[in-house]
């Protein structure tokens, strides 16, 4: 560990200080075999930003390293980290302090045995498949792509925003060297002045014709950069991992090689009369030693040598029948049905499931839950489609005023959304996945290649929940009549996250509190009596960040439309009245702002924030488990 320390702490310098929050869908975790993770060292995370930008979708009730590690690397990731029990991220570079290995102490969730991080403390792997990052790599090792789509529905192509580069002065080399400096082996440039960077190219792109990328860079005039949905793309093939997810070795040019065997004790072997076969497996604990495997036919013979860890004898020919010390796993197919995760999209976002409710009661329960939802929205949405989750507010609020007048023929889920249908609902679906076959018995195992098929429903077991906290904020949001925000009335309408009590009964007693900053309850960070306040000043730095990337971006958007408008297309006031409610809610009714402007607001109500919240003290607050 110690030859990876200098290189770790080189990345954490050069580690973008403005990284941008992703805005990526997460890919499916690896299920090929590949080569471990090494333990890298144990690191601080303070969150602005993370330690590894890239918070996966993992739960953390059932995680473990392997289980981490095995979803970075189906994202492309080079390195993993846990913290809090079973938190899991991946990152290109650590942005964070090493620690010593004792800080981190907090067992996985998914395994006792293993170690996850702990509280602001994460346990890093890396990926040993990736090259060596140094200074030789630079931005001469991209290549062009050429021109690539960037208007999926989807997310992104590439995942990263650079916006701590000033976009009047945009070139590519520019937007290379910012992810070459963060380790993204992919590189793009759009709309004359925007770079994005990303592990991955993005689901539903695709290469585009090299004149639709026709927009000059607003640094250098004699070059291209992308266009209006088109990203200019580049790749350093030095950053991808040698072995990406999916990797199949070269087959062997000769007839002897080594195999890696699984740490199961085995052996078999068989004859016949038309040919003759002898094998010899066996492992252990011990060095390494070599047993061989020949087989004989009437017209050849092949000899190879496999590397085990014995010692043991190797046992003479028998017939056909395994011995009885043989395990062979038979494989198993299984008809699962996945319950609807997603009652509301939002670009990459969705909401979890409202509970059912027949009643006034369970309604309000049901509004409860789809408020606390809100910031997770504007979080995880992703840009431009994060302005669809003002919509999705709207319709909490329906929710809350049908509670509150129910019709009279009664107050139930289905007739609220017969009346008001949620956007993009998915409906359960049924998938066949493979599974180790159990055995009908404890008796001894036999070979078989016969596959059998189950069918069963898959509900995701949930830690025990008390009623849904009401969704009032003990956090205070800030005013300022110079900027004009205050309590609702938040810069650019994104309210401040909900900090309120604890809903998760294997957390309340040592976390009474929470930040509801996810639609998953589990994956919300928990915070002890004594650290309210930090966690309401959490909760200002993530309205901070979802104010730049909502309001500011939408703003310098804004002025650019304006710029591109045309008198033939009437006054303000008549395009207003022909655009659609989110364009004039985003576009015409206030978001006036410069970018810089817009920023500067975000900045001094995060400030009012952090300022007004920083003593903040939990009294009589949630003085029970399920009390509010």
Same mark, same amino acid.
């Given at each position: ?56 979708? *993992? ?33 290109? !570079? ?21 170690? @996850? ?22 931005? %001469? ?29 945009? !070139? ?6 910012? =992810? ?24 539903? +792109? ?49 007839? !002897? ?31 390494? /030693?070599?047993?061989? $495997? ?6 050849? /013979?092949? $000899? ?15 017939? +056909? ?9 038979s494989i198993c197919l299984e008809t699962v049905t996945i319950p609807s995760t ?11 499931? *409202? ?6 009661? %369970?309604? #309000? ?13 504007? #979080? ?6 994060? *302005? ?7 319709? =909490?609020?329906? *929710? ?14 289905? %007739?609220?959304?017969? &009346? ?8 359960? /679906? /049924? +998938? ?5 076959? &159990? ?12 596959? +059998? ?70 994956? @919300? ?22 104010c730049v990337k909502v309001y500011a971006e939408q703003c310098r958007r804004n ?70």
């Amino acid at each position: 560990m110690a030859s990876l320390r200098p290189m770790t702490a080189a990345l954490a310098a050069i580690a973008l200080a403005g990284a941008a929050q992703a805005w990526t869908v997460n890919l499916p975790p690896c299920l090929d075999p590949f080569q471990p993770f090494v333990y890298s060292g144990c690191y601080a995370n303070s969150g602005q930003p993370n330690t590894l930008s890239f918070r996966s979708e *993992l739960d953390r009730d059932t995680a473990d390293v392997e289980s981490c590690v095995a979803w970075c690397k189906g994202n492309g990731y080079r390195y993993a980290g846990l913290e809090y029990y079973g938190v899991c991220y991946c990152g290109q !570079t650590v942005d964070g302090p090493q620690l010593e290995d004792d800080q981190c102490t907090f067992p996985c969730n998914g395994n006792k045995s293993e170690v @996850c991080g702990g509280d602001n403390k994460m346990s890093i792997y890396q990926d040993p498949t990736f090259l060596p990052f140094d200074d030789s790599i630079d931005v %001469d090792d991209y290549v062009s792509l050429g021109c690539w789509t960037d208007d999926s529905h989807y997310g992104k192509t590439l995942a990263y925003p650079q916006d701590q580069l000033p976009f009047d002065t945009m !070139t590519n080399e520019k937007c290379l060297k910012a =992810c070459r400096d963060g380790g993204f082996p992919y590189a793009g440039t759009e709309y004359s002045g925007e770079c994005w960077c990303g592990v991955v190219i993005g689901n539903d +792109t695709y290469s585009a014709p090299a004149e639709q990328c026709d927009m000059p860079c607003k640094g250098d005039s004699s070059e291209m950069c992308g266009g209006r949905g088109r990203l200019s793309m580049y790749a350093a093939k030095d950053l991808e991992s040698l072995q990406p997810c999916g990797y199949v070795p070269p087959k062997p040019s000769s007839s !002897t090689y080594s195999v890696v065997l699984p740490s199961t004790s085995s052996s078999s072997s068989s004859s016949s009369a038309a040919s003759s076969s002898t094998s010899a497996v066996s492992t252990s604990s011990a060095a390494p /030693t070599t047993t061989s $495997t020949s087989s004989t036919s009437a017209s050849s /013979t092949k $000899t190879s040598s496999t590397t085990t860890p014995p010692p043991t004898t190797t046992p003479p020919p028998t017939t +056909t029948k395994p011995s009885s010390t043989t395990k062979t796993s038979s494989i198993c197919l299984e008809t699962v049905t996945i319950p609807s995760t997603c009652e509301y999209k939002c670009g990459k976002w969705c909401a979890q499931p *409202l509970p059912d409710w027949k009643d006034d009661k %369970d309604c #309000k329960t049901s509004y409860s839950n789809c408020k606390l939802q809100l910031s997770s929205c504007f #979080k995880n949405a992703g840009f431009p489609e994060v *302005l669809e989750c003002f919509a999705f507010g709207d319709w =909490c609020t329906g *929710l809350n005023s049908y509670c509150q007048k129910p019709p009279k023929s009664g107050c139930n889920k289905p %007739d609220f959304w017969h &009346k008001n249908p949620p956007k993009s609902h998915k409906p359960p /679906t /049924t +998938t066949v996945v493979t599974t180790t076959c &159990k055995p009908a018995a404890p008796t001894s195992t036999k070979t078989s290649s016969t596959k +059998t098929t189950s069918t069963k429903t898959s509900a995701t077991p949930t830690p025990t929940k008390c009623p849904i906290p009401t969704p009032t904020n003990i956090c205070i949001q800030p005013s300022n009549w110079l900027h004009g925000y205050g309590p609702g009335k938040p810069v650019g309408d994104i309210e401040l996250p909900i900090v309120t009590c604890n809903d998760l009964a294997n957390e309340w007693s040592s976390k009474p509190f929470k930040l509801y900053n996810d639609p998953r309850s589990n994956f @919300c960070k928990g915070y002890s009596r004594y650290s309210l306040s930090n966690a309401c000043l959490d909760a200002c730095d993530e309205q901070y960040d979802d104010c730049v990337k909502v309001y500011a971006e939408q703003c310098r958007r804004n002025t650019r439309k304006r710029e591109a408008t045309s008198p033939a297309e009437g006054s303000y006031f008549d395009v207003a009245a022909k655009s659609s409610a989110l364009d004039r809610r985003t576009f015409f009714w206030g978001w006036n702002d410069k970018y810089n402007q817009a920023v500067d607001k975000c900045k001094a109500q995060k400030a009012d924030c952090r300022r007004v919240n920083q003593n903040i003290q939990p009294g009589k607050l949630c003085p029970a488990y399920g009390k509010f």
